[in-house]
């Protein structure tokens, strides 16, 4: 089965520090990654996503970065945390065609007080 | 552009009463995916359903149904003799067609559903 890890599930940060978080997926090869934000009582807003290694595509332009160093890792990255960056984000992967669905994990709950 | 709308933000029902969450999607896309995710208290969303823009028949499983109306464009979720344990935020979602590449997924607002014991 496929399997989706997200680390750390919860982190609590002063602004100003770096940021580091992890998704790793099991079970298949070169999936397409997402990852989303979701601010509290809010909807879905998507990051950044990627095809595969080294490939990373922006949706919303902000301090955070993200990286694919190897097939099934997409690491989501800050060097300086803003308060507005707190939420919780979820990654995702594309299922291939023709199911053609995401697939979450179970997410890092970020606090930058 | 895709949009989703969902316009209940809560709902409280009591337990064993039916409950319907309502979906109203805009594209101009003539194929399309619809979704409905399910995020309980943990926070993980979890995937129910996805449905085609070319098959409109009316999907039932077990307590959950669902109900695609192209001539609306709604998509609408209920859930029969509601329980506790259905107490979650539901998103409802759309995609456009295979592209094989990136897939942009839009998602409603979500609706928090409070089932009362």
């Known amino acids: ?113 | 552009a895709q949009k989703v709308t969902q316009a209940q933000t809560e709902i409280s029902v009591v337990e064993k009463e039916d409950v319907t969450l309502d979906c109203v999607y805009e594209t101009r896309d003539t194929t399309y995916y619809l979704f409905w995710y399910k995020q309980p208290p943990s926070g993980e969303l979890v995937f129910l359903i996805r449905r085609n823009s070319f098959d409109e028949q009316n999907e039932i499983s077990g307590r959950y149904s669902w109900n695609f109306q192209k001539s609306t464009s709604s998509f609408n979720f209920t859930i029969t003799a509601s329980q506790v344990v259905d107490s979650a935020v539901y998103f409802c979602a759309l995609s456009e067609g295979y592209s094989g590449g990136y897939q942009k997924v839009t998602f409603g607002t979500g609706t928090k559903l409070q089932v009362i014991p």
């Open chain 1, 1 to 113: 089965s496929q399997t989706i890890h997200q680390w750390p599930a919860t982190l609590v940060q002063p602004v100003g520090s770096p940021l580091s978080l992890e998704c790793t997926v099991e079970g298949t090869s070169n999936p397409n990654l997402y990852w989303y934000r979701q601010a509290a009582g809010r909807g879905l807003q998507l990051l950044f996503y990627s095809v595969g290694i080294g490939q990373i595509s922006s949706e919303v332009p902000q301090n955070l970065s993200a990286s694919r160093p190897q097939d099934r890792q997409f690491i989501l990255s800050s060097k300086k945390l803003l308060l507005s960056d707190s939420g919780f984000y979820l990654c995702a992967r594309r299922s291939g065609h023709p199911s053609d669905t995401q697939y979450f994990g179970p997410g890092t709950r970020l606090t930058v007080l």
